[in-house]
């Protein structure tokens, strides 16, 4: 499969440039989102790329998706997980509200989990699964810690699986199918668009 060709990509900082509160990468505008949380932002920004969102957006090309937006659990930016764990405030006083923003604005979007074992850190995964009651929840498979993988950490060809959330705070194996697991998100594969076309943005 060719290089996947970005039509737009722009991402919302705090003041401070400490903290990012999502990020946004388009390839096909026609095509469905593809929404994903993991644990804290890296380098990345609305231009600039880092390698997991390198394996996001090749991941959701392979999967028929034409864009996608990160969102996180602890919003400060960090490629570090000491340096995050030192952090004062490592999830940002707005995070809660764009999370819940964005999830409004996107209610048909694709909702991936990836946050790794590290998400249980202060219960942070507690609050956030809260949050997206209702929501039909993707990930690809569980840690033996019950935490949805990284996608750094899988094989590219690994699929898209269910998750049972029957209860705020808890996840169900993907192959445990005693809750009501959502329909296949995964929409038909189409071509990419050919001419890209940059949105500004200054990398912190």
């Known amino acids: ?29 026609a095509a469905p989102r593809l929404l994903f949380i993991g644990l804290n932002p890296s380098r990345a920004g609305g231009q600039c790329d880092d390698p997991t969102l390198r394996r996001l957006v090749g991941f959701g090309q392979r999967w028929g998706f034409g864009s996608l937006e990160v969102l996180n659990l602890f919003a400060r930016v960090s490629p570090s997980p000491p340096v995050l764990r030192r952090a004062a405030d490592p999830v940002g006083a707005q995070a809660d509200a764009w999370l819940q923003q964005r999830l409004v604005a996107h209610p048909q979007a694709a909702l991936w989990l990836g946050w790794g074992n590290q998400g249980a850190w202060r219960g942070r995964d507690q609050e956030v699964l809260a949050l997206l009651q209702g929501r039909d929840l993707w ?17 590219g060809d690994v699929a898209l699986q269910p998750l049972t959330c029957p209860n705020p705070g808890s996840l169900g194996h993907p192959e445990d199918t005693t809750g009501l697991l959502p329909a296949n998100p995964l929409p038909a594969k189409t071509p990419c668009l050919p001419s890209p076309a940059a949105m500004p943005f200054i990398c912190t």
């Open 1 to 29: 499969m060719g290089q996947v060709v970005i039509v737009s990509g722009s991402a919302a900082f705090s003041p401070c440039g400490r903290y990012r509160w999502w990020l946004e990468r388009v390839w096909q505008p």
């Open 139 to 155: 990930a690809l498979g569980l840690t033996a810690a019950g935490q949805p993988r990284h996608p750094l950490y899988v094989a």
